[in-house]
């Protein structure tokens, strides 16, 4: 090799190994940046967290636990959030127990069950203790004596009800599909990790509560918790749980027909009026109807055994995107009223008013009758 070619080929091994020299150094600079970024984004995630949980330190809880409680006639969502609920406030060192107004159906034992966890127990009156709500905030919904507890916390997605506080309380509602999905949103915002067993619960809430996930109030939020919360508890087929839950939805066996109006029954209470709405669900429209008349049959003695001025039943149908809701009033003045409230019913027969597009009862019914009592003034 002459000395020219020598040369140039120490030339280019210098270059080479510049070029090498400056390609490690980037990448170890590149990799510093990166963990640089990371861990401003861990620090500021924790900080996040640190801030949400700070936010609730301050709730008065006094002596004794804090009975976190959902409302009557407990359906999944109410129940799964209450024990869920529960867990986190546990876990922020606060001492709280899940508790029930009353037994649970058919639908929210299957839950629990296939989660392996027992049944909350019954606080059967709430006078004088500390209590946190979910999924309601009406004192027509509530356990007896809710109005001489100690309410520190409403965790909702409903509308605002009659439960007031003279102190500060945590306070949370969103219009979203589940109350549960409030509840998963709020591990996430403590940073709090979920165990199987949990997100099971919160599973089972969502889909039962946005009817798989289809229901009118389904947020994007409901959607994604469903996979991150079946991720965890090892669900691999969400579409089959729903199915499976609905139909024990659907399943009355056993049931009078009385405990059937009243196993998914709530009261309000608008301009001065009490109200109560109990739905039932059909499979189909031969259902419906027999149902209808069922309910027909059960309203005069379930009304005369509530103190409320108007009653309905709800027979509904959710099956295959189909929303059809059977409306049947207890007596004449809750029927004049509600064909005064929702004219534009697409058939009466004779004992129910139906609406082939859906009454839904969070959207629509209880929304509409509180907005024409509050027109008409109750005299």
């Known amino acids: 090799m002459n000395e020219k070619l020598k040369k140039n080929w120490i030339a280019i091994v210098v270059l080479l190994a510049a070029c090498l020299i400056a390609f490690v150094a980037g990448r170890a600079s590149g990799r510093g940046q990166m963990t640089k970024e990371i861990d401003r984004m861990t620090d500021e995630q924790n900080l996040v967290h640190e801030l949400n949980r700070s ?144 997100a099971y619960l919160l599973l089972g809430a969502v889909l039962s509560d946005t009817g798989g996930l289809k229901g009118t109030t389904t947020t994007e939020a409901d959607r994604q918790a469903v996979p991150a919360l079946a991720k965890i508890a090892g669900v691999e087929d969400t579409d089959a749980l729903y199915h499976a839950l609905h139909a024990e939805s659907l399943s009355y066996a056993g049931m009078t027909d009385e405990e059937i109006l009243f196993s998914d029954y709530k ?15 059909a499979i189909d429209e031969e259902s419906a109807r027999e149902l209808s008349g069922r309910m027909k049959n059960a309203l005069p003695a379930g009304y005369a055994s509530h103190d409320v001025e108007l009653m309905y039943a709800s027979v509904g149908i959710r099956e295959n995107d189909v929303k059809i809701d059977y409306i049947i009033p207890a007596n004449e003045h809750s029927k004049e009223v509600f064909e005064e409230a929702f ?8 004992t129910a008013f139906i609406f082939r597009t859906g009454l839904g009862r969070k959207t629509k019914f209880v929304p509409g009758l509180t907005e024409f009592l509050a027109a008409h003034p109750h005299e």
């Open 55 to 198: 936010s609730i330190e301050g709730m008065s809880v006094g002596d004794g636990p804090v009975y976190v409680i959902g409302h009557r006639s407990p359906d999944a969502d109410t129940v799964c959030s209450a024990i869920a609920y529960a867990r986190l406030l546990n876990m922020l060192g606060f001492e709280a127990e899940a508790v029930i107004t009353e037994p649970v159906n058919r639908e929210t034992a299957m839950i629990l069950k296939e989660a392996g966890v027992e049944k909350p127990p019954v606080l059967e009156d709430a006078s004088g203790e500390t209590v946190f709500l979910v999924d309601h905030s009406e004192y027509a919904q509530a356990v007896e004596g809710m109005k001489d507890a100690h309410i520190v916390g409403i965790l909702d997605h409903h509308g605002v009800g009659s439960v007031t506080t003279g102190h500060q309380i945590v306070y949370e509602a969103r219009p979203i599909g589940s109350t549960a999905t409030i509840v998963w949103l709020d591990y996430l915002n403590y940073g709090l990790e979920i165990d199987p067993v949990t």
């Open 343 to 350: 004219p534009n019913y697409d058939e009466y027969d004779g």
């Open 267 to 281: 009261e309000y209470e608008a301009s001065g009026v009490t109200f109560g709405i109990g739905l039932v669900n």
